[in-house]
């Protein structure tokens, strides 16, 4: 595609239930990672994936977080029992995933905001 | 670990006038990028400029310009001749030289142009 896609764009649950945040990177984009940007924050890292396989998971802040990649291309955040502080906008960014700066440049979705009631 | 820190919260400009927009950084490491990214209402990432600490040149995108100080690890941001499209959250942002690193961002500044 020609940007980052992620769906839903917004979205609204109760406490306990699970989710599942989509993203869609630009097409032959090797990297992939999602960063978390709470009210007033700037942007956390939470997991970087090559290919289908993720080399830093060190973001992640507990274990009710978990992401797969499928195929070399759309990833899922999965948070699992939400809580409200998970409360916050999540962001997939994606790049070539050469080592060289201009193909290394990370463009970002618009990102999902999740609101946990 | 590295980590960025932006003082300004916010900062406002009028229209056409010219504002600096800082950044300072605190790392170990001798090579690595530096960059600043818009975020506008629409929440989307957009990059602005970047920088390789290996350059002394200051990177130069039209209105958009860097002052990079390796030394005193500070890298501001200078918008000349402010626009009401440049009115955003700016982030300033790290990476490691090697390999695909995640990004370490500062907190951020809210700039407002004033009509």
């Known amino acids: 595609g020609a940007g980052v896609s992620q769906s839903p764009s917004n979205k609204v649950t109760e406490k306990g239930k699970d989710v599942e945040l989509r993203c869609d990177p630009i097409?032959?984009?090797?990297?992939l990672y999602w960063y978390r940007q709470s009210l007033g924050q700037g942007l956390e890292f939470l997991i970087y994936f090559q290919g289908n396989s993720a080399p830093d998971k060190s973001g992640l802040p507990s274990d009710r977080f978990s992401a797969e990649r499928t195929g070399g291309s759309v990833s899922t955040l999965t948070i699992q029992r939400t809580q409200q502080e998970d409360s916050a906008v999540y962001l997939c960014?994606?790049?070539?995933?050469?080592?060289?700066?201009?193909?290394?440049?990370?463009?970002f979705g618009a990102g999902t905001r999740l609101s946990v009631l | 670990a590295q980590t960025v820190t932006q003082s300004q919260p916010e900062m406002s400009v009028q229209e056409a006038e010219t504002v600096t927009l800082s950044c300072t950084y605190d790392t170990s490491e001798s090579d690595y990028y530096l960059f600043w990214y818009k975020q506008p209402p629409s929440r989307q990432m957009i990059l602005v400029i970047r920088q390789e600490a290996y350059k002394q040149q200051n990177a130069t995108e039209n209105r958009f310009s860097v002052n990079f100080q390796k030394a005193a690890k500070s890298f501001s941001l200078k918008i000349s001749d402010s626009q009401l499209g440049d009115a955003a959250m700016y982030f300033c942002?790290?990476?490691?030289?090697?390999?695909?690193?995640?990004?370490?961002f500062g907190t951020g500044t809210r700039l407002t142009i004033i009509p």
């Open positions: 942002a790290y990476r490691r030289f090697f390999g695909n690193e995640k990004l370490t």
């Open positions: 097409s032959g984009h090797t990297a």
């Open positions: 960014a994606s790049s070539l995933g050469d080592s060289g700066l201009a193909k290394n440049i990370q463009y």
